[in-house]
């Protein structure tokens, strides 16, 4: 068997015997270690979960899709005042891209409002009212599970009929067909032709609260004037979203007529716009993580120093022994690591199986979603090998170059 395996078995074994003699000293030592990874991995773990949970919401809207507005949706502090004066965005302006839009494979405006629906005696408040045209099936993956969406010549009539979303029906039909129904919205019936595929909820947002008519319709309810217009549009390859962003700014221009040296007057935003917010907020979290557990590890790396120094100290007889039998330099150092390494293998596997409890329970009792991923293992194992041997060097390399004939004179 190679001299180094030899070592590495007598050292767990030497390392073993050691903690089951001094236990509190061992848990004490330890401690700092399990703190620190346990802190550590659960952050990640946590922030893990996020990052997926996340970009699961952000992609079921679809990264496909631009949004040209009046407000950019990310502001500092006062920019407000520098936006509220921009002309609102128009329904001639979205059909302006939709014929001049070489990359937009569909153009959709959309006004919004809040509104109470009502059917036989039940009703249902704040549900969002869209006002659309059929290109929003596309813009926006309102894909119906039952009946139809909206068709060119229910826009181009202004026809009353709605599509609502899934919990719409739930609450307000129960077990009755909603499909043919008329629904009361703001005073007016309106028929339904279709029930969205259930989507729900985004920000603390219920996306299945939700009721969609053709755009003419919604403002001949609402009303057309002071009503925001958005105009999402739905790029032909998701890869072209840059191209069509720097596309749809020209168009824009131009049809406001705006010279060079004027700065854009409206805002295209898209959904990245979250992920970069959200991508700053998490770097707080990892900086606390990075932070803490730093401290937790240094704090636990000093006490396996400390307690190799003690054993060192407590063992020069026995290193003068193994010396004078012929065990080189090398041989002490490797002991004396593996030694570190174990402790501190002790702490990462402890501070691993807590993090894991933790991370599970917050996931099973709050709204966090947390996930355990396998390079989370060989995290732990980096610990291992770096504070056992960052921490573990001085002790070992003192152990090995102590002198024999000194060594075999101490008790």
Do not use: H
Not at 191 to 196: K, P
Not at 266 to 289: E, G, H, P
């Amino acid at each position: 068997m190679p001299r180094f395996l030899i070592y590495a078995a007598e050292g767990v074994k030497i390392a073993y015997e050691a903690l089951r003699a001094y236990k509190l000293r061992s848990i004490l030592t330890t401690l700092g270690i399990v703190i620190g990874v346990t802190t550590v991995i659960t952050i990640v773990s946590l922030i893990q979960g996020l990052n997926r949970a996340f970009t699961s919401e952000i992609s079921s809207l679809g990264t496909d899709t631009l949004y040209i507005g009046k407000w950019p949706w990310m502001m500092d502090g006062d920019d407000w005042l520098k936006f509220r004066n921009r002309p609102n965005v128009t329904i001639k302006e979205a059909n302006e891209v939709r014929s001049a839009s070489q990359l937009a494979q569909a153009v959709a405006p959309v006004m919004r409002t809040q509104r109470i629906i009502k059917y036989q005696g039940k009703s249902l408040e704040r549900v969002a009212v869209v006002g659309t045209t059929e290109d929003y099936l596309l813009t926006a993956n309102a894909t119906p599970e039952e009946g139809r969406f909206l068709i060119p010549s229910d826009v181009d009539q202004n026809r009353a009929v709605v599509v609502i979303g899934s919990e719409v029906a739930d609450k307000l039909f129960e077990k009755e067909d909603p499909i043919g129904k008329r629904v009361s919205i703001a005073g007016r019936k309106f028929r339904v032709i279709g029930i969205l595929e259930k989507r729900g909820t985004m920000f603390d947002n219920n996306l299945d609260i939700l009721a969609i008519m053709p755009i003419g319709a919604f403002q001949s309810v609402f009303g057309a004037t002071r009503r925001r217009i958005e105009i999402q549009v739905k790029v032909v390859n998701p890869a072209m979203v840059e191209e069509a962003e720097y596309e749809l700014t020209g168009i824009m221009r131009r049809v406001r007529g705006l010279p060079a040296i004027k700065e854009n007057n409206f805002a295209i935003n898209k959904q990245s716009m979250f992920l970069d917010m959200y991508n700053k907020l998490t770097r707080v979290l990892w900086a606390v993580a990075i932070g803490v557990g730093a401290i937790s590890l240094l704090v636990g790396g000093i006490g396996i120093m400390n307690i190799m120094l003690v054993s060192v100290t407590e063992r020069t007889r026995e290193i003068g022994i193994r010396k004078a039998i012929g065990a080189r330099k090398t041989d002490i150092l490797w002991q004396f690591l593996i030694e570190s390494m174990m402790i501190c293998g002790l702490g990462v596997v402890i501070g691993i199986g807590l993090a894991v409890g933790l991370a599970k329970l917050v996931a099973a009792t709050t709204p966090l979603p947390a996930a355990i991923t396998l390079w989370v293992v060989f995290l732990g194992l980096a610990f291992v090998v770096g504070i056992g041997v960052f921490f573990g060097i001085y002790p070992a390399s003192k152990a090995a170059k102590l002198n024999p004939i000194e060594a075999l004179r101490y008790e």
